[in-house]
């Protein structure tokens, strides 16, 4: 969204965005401004939907949320740099794990502000039709912040109601509970959501659609899920897939058909949502997108190469396991799409050229005898067991880099986050259908997504069959179509598959995970600040 979204104001929502276990500010309030008064008038009311979107960034395209939504699965070890090994390996993970408190402030600020814009909204003065696009907006965000909740923490608090002040309790509440309120706001979201909307970043008609198939998935009901995925595929929305997947990670080409749903970041950094002491003290200390720092290899310390905006600024937070870089057969241009593997000299030496290979680092066994450049191939970068050996030299994930930074030292950076691809949808489909017992169709769906995927002429080896359907398939095919886009540790958990996967593919962190670790610690900062300890207490398996 350019204005509305974009130009967030926070300050007018600070009464309401506070931690419900931490006193954030003090009452002193220079203006005189209450949130009774400023909700009250139109403008108003859009500053508070305005920061009901704007939690979306504090887990999409933050270092928290890539730890909580891709680590820790059977995709992805940790890079030399990794800040969060708890969550990638499950050692000594605890409440006390920053990233999950973070987050776990961030959503339900999130959710108090929804709860906020739902009970006030009748004396917000809006006009009759955009009263109800707004109520759906809030409903929809209510869902999605709830949805991000349960699949993390399980069965924790629910509130459908605005809170004010220091709240010293909370509740336990069922999982079918919170799945029952999900399906109620989408349900009445999608009623009145337009099927398009002038303001990028809003929610419309075919996202809520398409977010209520994933929630149907995770809960379960496959009839369900494949309706709704169905109901966008054939909805006549204007969605597409592109014809190059390469072409979905081109800067200039954000704003395309096969985008369903995005979490949108502004090409001014000053509107997006760094902290500042004064414009934005709530704000996240890095601020933007971060995703293109944090899959890096470190290439600028290796000869004939420095920094540069190109090739990113390498954070070497995580790295691909052995597993997923063999996921790709010949013939599927999403490898060549998603991962770098050669760099060019940037940086002359008297025995590197200008513009001459400098390092090769690749998923294949090659020999260095003879070469002018360095090579870290598979069997320098893993065991044969498949642990790390190397985690700085590495395959590189390239979908997030930004060279329309302003400096090759900027760590934010303006690119959007895909929440929803209409990718996803026809994978939706293929698992509700492979869940109803449907192998054709499963099939059907799964050879849509893998025409696009295929390299010219390799079109007939990359179809698959009906007997090939099986889960473990779809998984496979859902890490080719989406590494690195903050859903594999859903993907896994909601298919009962995070363990067998993880113990059968991650060999780093095999022997570490426990049943128990499908759910996320509580933050400890949470349990100690309220008083009905016996009754609001810590995940099972956690201490």
């Not at 790295?319 to 013939?331: I, Q």
Request: glycine share 6%.
């Amino acid at each position: 969204m350019k204005r509305t979204i974009k130009n967030i104001l926070l300050a007018a929502v600070v009464v309401l965005a506070s931690s419900s276990c931490s006193k954030i500010l003090d009452e002193y309030n220079p203006s005189g401004l209450t949130s009774e008064s400023v909700f009250a008038t139109p403008e108003g009311f859009e500053s508070l939907v305005n920061a009901a979107y704007a939690y979306q960034r504090w887990w999409y395209g933050k270092e928290e949320g890539y730890s909580m939504s891709e680590m820790g699965t059977d995709l992805w070890m940790s890079g030399a740099g990794d800040t969060f090994p708890d969550l990638m390996k499950y050692i000594n993970l605890q409440g006390n794990n920053a990233a999950l408190e973070t987050e776990w402030k961030a959503l339900y600020s999130a959710v108090n502000v929804c709860n906020a814009g739902i009970g006030r909204i009748d004396a917000a003065g809006l006009a009759p039709d955009t009263k109800a696009i707004r109520l759906a907006e809030l409903r929809f965000l209510r869902a999605f912040y709830y949805w991000h909740i349960l699949q993390t923490w399980g069965g924790v608090h629910l509130s459908t109601t605005e809170t004010a002040g220091i709240i010293t309790t909370a509740n336990k509440t069922a999982p079918e509970e919170f799945y029952a309120l999900i399906e109620s706001d989408l349900l009445a979201a999608i009623k009145d959501l337009p099927n398009t909307s002038k303001d990028y970043g809003r929610v419309t008609n075919p996202a809520a659609r398409a977010f209520l198939s994933r929630v149907y998935l995770s809960e379960g009901k496959y009839k369900e899920a494949n309706d709704y995925a169905l109901s966008v595929i054939k909805g006549n929305y204007g969605f597409e897939l592109l014809k190059n997947y390469a072409d979905l990670w081109n800067m200039a080409n954000l704003k395309n058909k096969e985008v369903v749903y995005t979490v949108n970041y502004s090409t001014d950094l000053a509107l997006n949502d760094k902290s500042d002491e004064i414009l934005n003290p709530l704000g996240h200390n890095r601020g933007s997108n971060n995703g293109h720092l944090l899959f890096l290899m470190k290439y600028d310390t290796e000869t004939g190469m420095q920094r540069d905006l190109g090739n990113g600024r390498p954070f070497n937070r995580y790295m691909p396991t052995r597993f997923l870089l063999d996921l790709y057969p010949e013939g599927d241009s999403r490898y060549a799409a998603s991962f770098k593997e050669v760099f060019y000299s940037n940086n002359p030496t008297a025995t590197v050229k200008l513009g001459d290979t400098a390092v090769y680092a690749t998923r294949r066994t090659v020999s260095n005898v003879g070469k002018a450049y360095k090579v870290y191939d598979r069997n320098y970068i893993y065991a044969s067991d498949g642990k790390v050996k190397d985690q700085l030299r590495y395959p590189t994930l390239s979908k997030f880099l930004d060279p329309t930074r302003p400096s090759s030292n900027e760590a934010q950076s303006a690119r959007d986050v895909f929440v929803i691809r209409f990718a996803e949808l026809y994978l939706n489909a293929a698992e509700a259908q492979l869940r109803l017992g449907n192998r054709d169709s499963a099939a059907h769906w799964v050879n849509i997504i893998r025409a696009r995927a295929a390299q010219s002429g390799k079109e007939e080896d990359m179809k698959v069959t009906a007997p090939q359907m099986t889960l473990d398939f779809i998984l496979d095919e859902r890490a080719r179509e989406f590494a690195g886009e903050q859903i594999r540790w859903f993907d896994l958990k909601r298919t009962g598959k995070l363990l067998e996967r993880v113990k059968a593919h991650n060999p780093d962190i095999a022997t570490y995970i426990q049943d128990y670790h499908q759910v996320r610690p509580i933050p400890q900062a949470q349990l100690d600040a309220i008083t009905n300890k016996d009754e609001f207490t810590q995940n099972q398996g956690y201490q």
